[in-house]
């Protein structure tokens, strides 16, 4: 149960994984938003087996959708044409500003913070399920 994590900027796109067990999120790579970003996506879900996208969602402290948010629905929906895994958002507020202050600011800084957003969705989803058992 591996999911792929999401940090959409404009000019780069942080990829993060989780384990085999959807537990903990690590940083994968950043990848150039170019007219390829979609299929370089779907390539890592098929060579890693993602069984969902986790994509960060963007929006101001008040909850309102910020400007990059139009952008991320966009990518959205070219994404669900493109690739046949449940896509789901999670709230993201200044998780590259967390990543910068836990590694310092290097390459990998968005990554770092799709996978800080990646592990807050596999937090809440263990949360659930621990829930329901109980």
């Given at each position: 149960m591996k999911f792929l994590g999401v940090?959409?900027?404009?000019k780069r796109v942080g990829i993060a994984t989780s384990d085999e067990d959807g537990r903990l999120a690590f940083p994968k790579n950043v990848l150039k938003?170019?007219?390829?970003?979609?299929?370089?996506?779907?390539?890592?879900c098929v060579e890693e087996n993602i069984v969902g996208v986790v994509v960060g969602e963007s929006r101001n402290l008040d909850g309102t959708p910020n400007p990059?948010?139009?952008?991320i629905d966009t990518f959205m929906e070219q994404t669900k044409k493109e690739i046949d895994v449940p896509l789901y958002f999670e709230p993201?507020?200044?998780t590259?500003?967390?990543a910068q202050k836990i590694q310092g600011?290097?390459?990998?800084l968005d990554a770092s913070a799709a996978a800080i957003i990646l592990q807050s969705y596999l937090d809440k989803k263990q949360y659930k399920e621990s829930q329901a058992t109980n």
């Open positions: 940090d959409y900027g404009t938003n170019t007219n390829s970003l979609i299929k370089e996506i779907k390539e890592i990059l948010m139009k952008n993201e507020f200044f590259s500003h967390q600011k290097n390459d990998m």
